[in-house]
């Protein structure tokens, strides 16, 4: 029978010799026997198992689970319960690192074309960044409710014409009217805005922030802090 030192392992199996070293002083892969110069001798059997341990540490199975799985008697229940667990640890894994990606490339974008960044600038980079997804639902349910009350000015026009039935469509524009003002009034109630030049976060009044020129992601106010006027960013304000 076959009998491999710790180098002959280590090098069979693709690891270094103290990864060997390791494993035997947890207890995980221990020689079959000692020689009588005191050197550590395996078997088939010990070199078949460190194979299995790096075949499981390849899937990302710790240690730990690997000890638990070696000691086990029924392989087949405690692999396929650990394998199980591993899965759902990878998953997570992967959407954590696909969250740190998607907000890696955002930054990227976000930097683009700014000149003379300082940690200020960053940090309104971060402040923009954290709140995006909440000003992207934001924008969808004000987009959702008002198809909504001008659905229903719609269908009263619609039943205006058909039947001559004209009185539906009073209440249906208070409606509409009411909704605009109440989707403006929850919109700028919950979004800030990042002056550019002091880099002062502030909410304008609702008047303001209502009439003012904008972009898609800017609009131009009056900070109270310099009390220049020009393009503010929009962040998610936290409410």
Same mark, same amino acid.
């Given at each position: 029978?076959?009998?491999? +030192? +710790?180098?002959?392992?280590?090098?069979?199996?693709?690891?270094?010799?103290?990864?060997?070293?390791? /494993? @035997?002083?947890?207890?995980?892969?221990?020689?079959?026997?000692?020689?009588?110069?005191?050197?550590?001798? /395996?078997?088939? !059997? @010990?070199?078949?198992?460190?194979?299995? &341990?790096? %075949?499981?540490?390849?899937?990302?199975?710790?240690?730990?689970?690997?000890?638990?799985?070696?000691?086990?008697?029924?392989?087949?229940?405690?692999?396929?319960?650990?394998?199980?667990?591993?899965?759902? *640890?990878?998953?997570?894994?992967?959407?954590?690192?696909?969250?740190?990606? !998607?907000?890696?490339?955002?930054?990227?974008?976000?930097?683009?074309?700014? !000149?003379?960044?300082?940690?200020?600038? &960053?940090? @309104?980079?971060?402040?923009?960044? *954290?709140?995006?997804?909440?000003?992207?639902?934001?924008?969808?349910?004000?987009?959702?409710?008002? &198809?909504? =009350?001008?659905?229903? +000015?719609?269908? #009263?026009?619609?039943?205006?014409?058909?039947?001559?039935?004209?009185?539906?469509?009073?209440?249906?524009? #208070?409606? !509409?009217?009411? =909704?605009?003002?109440?989707?403006?009034?929850? /919109?700028?109630?919950?979004?800030?805005? &990042?002056?550019?030049?002091?880099?002062?976060?502030?909410?304008?009044?609702?008047? *303001?922030? %209502?009439?003012?020129?904008?972009?898609?992601?800017?609009?131009?106010?009056?900070?109270?802090?310099?009390?220049?006027?020009? %393009?503010?960013?929009?962040?998610?304000?936290?409410?």
């Amino acid at each position: 029978m076959s009998k491999y +030192t +710790t180098g002959e392992v280590a090098k069979l199996c693709g690891v270094s010799v103290r990864t060997v070293q390791f /494993y @035997d002083s947890k207890g995980i892969l221990v020689p079959a026997e000692l020689s009588e110069g005191g050197r550590r001798l /395996y078997a088939e !059997e @010990d070199l078949r198992k460190m194979k299995v &341990i790096c %075949f499981l540490k390849e899937l990302g199975f710790s240690l730990n689970k690997i000890a638990l799985l070696m000691e086990e008697e029924n392989v087949a229940e405690v692999i396929s319960l650990l394998a199980g667990q591993q899965k759902q *640890e990878l998953e997570e894994e992967i959407r954590q690192r696909e969250t740190m990606l !998607e907000r890696v490339n955002t930054l990227l974008r976000e930097l683009k074309g700014r !000149e003379n960044l300082t940690m200020e600038s &960053i940090g @309104d980079i971060a402040k923009i960044m *954290e709140g995006k997804k909440k000003l992207r639902r934001l924008r969808i349910w004000m987009l959702c409710t008002g &198809i909504l =009350a001008e659905a229903i +000015t719609i269908a #009263a026009i619609v039943l205006g014409v058909k039947t001559g039935i004209w009185w539906p469509i009073f209440p249906a524009a #208070a409606i !509409e009217i009411g =909704a605009s003002v109440w989707i403006s009034a929850r /919109y700028f109630g919950s979004v800030d805005y &990042i002056c550019p030049h002091c880099h002062e976060v502030f909410r304008p009044a609702l008047r *303001e922030a %209502f009439w003012a020129n904008h972009t898609p992601n800017t609009r131009k106010l009056r900070c109270p802090k310099c009390g220049v006027k020009s %393009f503010c960013v929009e962040t998610w304000g936290g409410k």
